[in-house]
């Protein structure tokens, strides 16, 4: 089972930054899946950026707002969120997945809270 611990979450205002980071508790050198979902509020969670075999997606919201990177010596990827927005408030989870029938793992969250 991998473990996946996020930090980094907290409320700034609007036009802020915030980096969240996700370390996990194994190598992340050959992991299949890793990166970034949200869930706001009453609403599904989708995904914000992920790293998988064949490169990087960056979900349309996000897309030059928000930057996916890793550590493979220190088993963690990051989150870099610029010029955030209210609409970015929402728990952001760190989920992987080993191989690509493999199961899903998640973190617990982190809140984002974007607010004046």
């Known amino acids: 089972q991998v473990q996946l611990v996020e930090s980094g979450g907290g409320l700034v205002q609007p036009g802020g930054s915030l980096r969240l980071s996700c370390a996990a508790s194994?190598?992340?050198?050959?992991?299949?899946?890793m990166g970034w979902y949200r869930q706001a509020p009453g609403k599904q969670r989708d995904m914000v950026a992920i790293?998988?075999?064949?490169?990087?997606t960056v979900a349309n919201s996000v897309e030059g707002r928000f930057t996916i990177s890793r550590d493979n010596a220190k088993n963690t990827v990051y989150l870099q969120m610029n010029s955030l927005k209210p609409e970015d408030t929402a728990i952001y989870y760190c989920?992987?997945?080993?191989?690509?029938?493999?199961?899903?793992?998640w973190g617990q969250g982190t809140q984002v809270t974007v607010s004046s």
């Open positions: 790293f998988t075999s064949s490169g990087t």
């Open positions: 989920k992987a997945r080993r191989s690509v029938y493999g199961p899903d793992y």
């Open positions: 194994e190598s992340i050198f050959s992991i299949n899946t």
